[in-house]
């Protein structure tokens, strides 16, 4: 089955010989894959909505795996019963809405043993949530698809570490399994925030301005922190200076 970078590393992400639960499905691709590679021997496609849930199962009927993926219609994790699944699997959704899904997960994200999330914004809610609740992050990703960058991660049960606000909002370059391309969505941010930055008006010394100014002028020192870290780490010498940077 061919499907998307952003959709086979979730995959890969996953565990060989888990039971999958899968939130936010769509079309079940993920649980298909994994069904059909043999690395996992059950899953649960879940979606809140019937439409993508349709899709699923006609997916799951041309395939004939039946047997092996079950689907249900579910608000988040609320159609899970507890022990029916040791990884679950969120992605493509904002990180608000992945945080109440997770508040929410009760019994069955007590017995789940892994998480795969990949969530579109915000992420470090999701990172904090993690870190506040007894989940321990142990490897970071980024995928480059289609002209978008996907940062995911996987996480277990154990005693959590801690995050400064630079590594909440761009994970531990220790647990990067794609530096190179985490660098690239660094040096990618910091040009679209030097820019929004640039284009702010002059001499204007209304709140809103100054405050965003304030806002946007944080961010970049802590990008530029944590590229400095990239490259260190690939041994390359240059500074990060938005004076002798060519963006």
């Known amino acids: 089955m061919n499907i998307s970078k952003r959709l086979n590393r979730l995959a890969e992400m996953v565990t060989e010989g888990s039971r999958l639960a899968d939130v936010g499905t769509d079309h079940g691709y993920v649980p298909l894959c994994?069904?059909?590679?043999?690395?996992?021997?059950?899953a649960i496609a879940m979606d809140i909505g019937e439409g993508p849930l349709e899709r699923a199962k006609e997916h799951i009927r041309e395939a004939g795996l039946g047997n092996y993926i079950e689907?249900?219609?579910s608000d988040g994790l609320s159609a899970l019963e507890e022990g029916e699944a040791d990884t679950?699997?969120?992605a493509g959704m904002g990180g608000a809405l992945m945080e109440r899904i997770l508040d929410k997960g009760g019994k069955a994200l007590e017995f789940a043993k892994e998480l795969v999330l990949q969530p579109q914004s915000e992420i470090w809610k999701v990172r904090r949530w993690l870190a506040a609740n007894g989940w321990r992050i142990v490897c970071?990703?980024?995928v480059l698809d289609e002209g978008k960058?996907?940062?995911m991660f996987q996480a277990e049960k154990g005693c959590p570490e801690k995050y400064n606000e630079q590594e909440l909002l761009f994970g531990k370059s220790a647990l990067q399994s794609s530096p190179q391309v985490m660098r690239?969505?660094?040096?990618k941010r910091l040009k679209s925030i030097r820019k929004i930055r640039e284009g702010l008006p002059e001499g204007r010394e209304e709140s809103r301005i100054r405050n965003r100014r304030?806002?946007?002028e944080k961010e970049i020192k802590l990008l530029e922190r944590t590229l400095l870290e990239y490259r260190k780490g690939k041994g390359i010498s240059d500074e990060v200076s938005g004076d002798n940077r060519k963006d």
């Open 34 to 42: 994994l069904c059909r590679q043999g690395k996992i021997p059950s």
């Open 71 to 73: 689907t249900r219609l």
């Open 88 to 90: 679950i699997l969120i």
């Open 140 to 142: 970071e990703d980024i």
């Open 149 to 151: 960058f996907y940062p």
């Open 184 to 187: 690239e969505f660094l040096e």
């Open 214 to 216: 304030e806002e946007l």
